[in-house]
């Protein structure tokens, strides 16, 4: 399903460090984290970010620390989608498990930022503009589609496992 | 298959698996810090799950403890609070550790086992010839509540080291040139396997360095298989029973690099990436603000020992600050039962209790602006230890040391 939203854009290499520095890990919600999102990148992102933006990154897009504040951050800000060349995976996998779609495209994506863009997380494709080509991206294997159908990890787990013992 | 297809294969109950499988594998251990168990545990409470094994997790309180700000306070108050109604194990300040290697301390961590840890560095555990890997706190929360995770078999580099240790040159120094010579996503997803004379010679706690940083390499584990040495340190501590796992003769790798260490010095890491490596001498005489030897990736009985047998009898330079931090209250106790307390605090160090702090900028030695630190740690990203402009170089405890008597970068024969 094609989603429309304003494009921003980063370099490569942005580790979750810079994502959601430490000083914020503390906070609980997605939406508290969201006000501190790219901070450690430049602290004027997340002013910048309204709901159902997409974020383009560079290779290796959530590098290092296991902090799953970084992909919260990012939902609570209103970040729709993130498409990048290579992500992390850690990060990947947390941004599956809260149910925030990432696309994975090779071409690395450049612009002045704010610009209208057109995504389809489930298919892959991204669209510069209305009436612009289709660049296709890498279609997610089963098991991530299966997640994020569900809505994220913990609603999977509960809807597939009988054993898990509930209280 | 390798060690590592090995051990999740059998933890899959699969004959074989092969890289880009992906599989549902029962977890032995899996741990949380007080940074990412909230998320966890606050997860389990929202979906009522139980806790399918508590033994098989534990959280430490380590990060922002003792707390730093009531904010902080208010976190480790509700992780005792969801640990006590959970019954999972909880450590706190005095009896705590760096997690990642409290779960290695406390032998929960084994050879042959399948271990997920709720941080980046848990693939630290695989220097004992265990598969390890890191998470974040859903995947922590789902592996509680069912006792499995999915993964993707990734496939294995190998890196086969060859030649003679040069003097102060170790784990440490292996890794960072590795990671500056395959890039910080150069082992993206895949398996690191070391092997090799080197290898073997390293103490157990040096292989631990190396594996810690397989995540600065973008890798999804790193592993060393068990021989005489591992089997000895594990032997001692270990609280289960384990069978060690060792990879096939004609195991399919995706790619080997052979590594000759004949001619390798001391390798520095300049900021702001893991893979900006330089060796010693071509860096030497760089000033710094702050010497920090410790976290989880040299904060080891071994680390200890190097350091305070540089800084006996010296005084740490006027030119900076110092600071030791062991990785558990054990080494703690033990730097101070063998004499290596008094010796940092003679030669003017600050000597803390463990704590994951100054790594990972949240108290104990944050950076202002423009500072620069020379650290045993495991990351100089960007603003990862304070200001977002001051800077981090990464070493080995023996450089560390050495530069903290000069004053400026050196290491222990220019002393």
Known sequence: ?????????IGADIDTDQIMP???????????????????????????????????????????????????GLKGAGIACVVAPSFARIFFRNAINIGLPLLILPEVQTGAGGEPVWVDSESGQVRRSAEGPVLQGAKPPGIIRDILAHGGL???????SAAVSTV | ????????????DLPRVRPGDFVEARVDQTWSDDL????????LEEHGLKVWDPSRMFVTSMVNSPAQSIQTATVLKSIRRLTGKLEIPHYEMGKAAIHNALGIEIGKTLPGELIAGGNSHACMAGGL???ATGMGSTDIAAILAT??????VPRTIRFRFVGKLRPWVTGKDLMLHVIGRIGFSGADNAAMEFCGEPIDTLEVEERLSMTNMAIEAGAQNAIIEPDAKTLAYVDKIAQRAFTPV???????????????VSELEPVIALPSLPSNTRPLTAVKGIRFDQVYIGSCTNGWMTDMRVAASILKGRKVSDALRVIIIPSTAQIHRQCVEEGLAQVFLEAGCAFSMPTCGPCIGAHMGILAEGERCLSTSNRNFPGRQGHVKSETYLCNPAVAAATAVKGELCGPDDL
């Open chain 2, 246 to 260: 060792y990879g096939d003769r004609d195991a399919e790798i995706s790619e080997e690099h052979v590594i000759d």
């Open chain 2, 36 to 43: 990412g168990s909230p998320l966890t545990m606050g997860l």
């Open chain 1, 1 to 9: 399903m094609w989603h429309q939203g304003r494009a921003w854009f």
């Open chain 2, 129 to 131: 010839g265990c598969f």
């Open chain 1, 22 to 72: 430490t000083p914020y890990l503390a906070l609980r919600t997605n939406e508290d984290l969201g006000r501190h999102v790219l901070s450690g990148n430049d602290p004027a992102w997340p002013g910048r970010f309204a709901p159902g933006d997409v974020l383009f990154a560079g290779a290796n897009f959530g590098c290092g620390s296991s902090r799953e504040h970084a992909p919260r």
């Open chain 1, 154 to 160: 913990m609603p999977y787990v509960k809807a597939r």
């Open chain 2, 147 to 152: 006792g499995r995770t999915w993964l993707e």
């Open chain 2, 1 to 12: 298959m390798t060690i590592t297809e090995k051990i999740i294969a059998s933890h899959a």
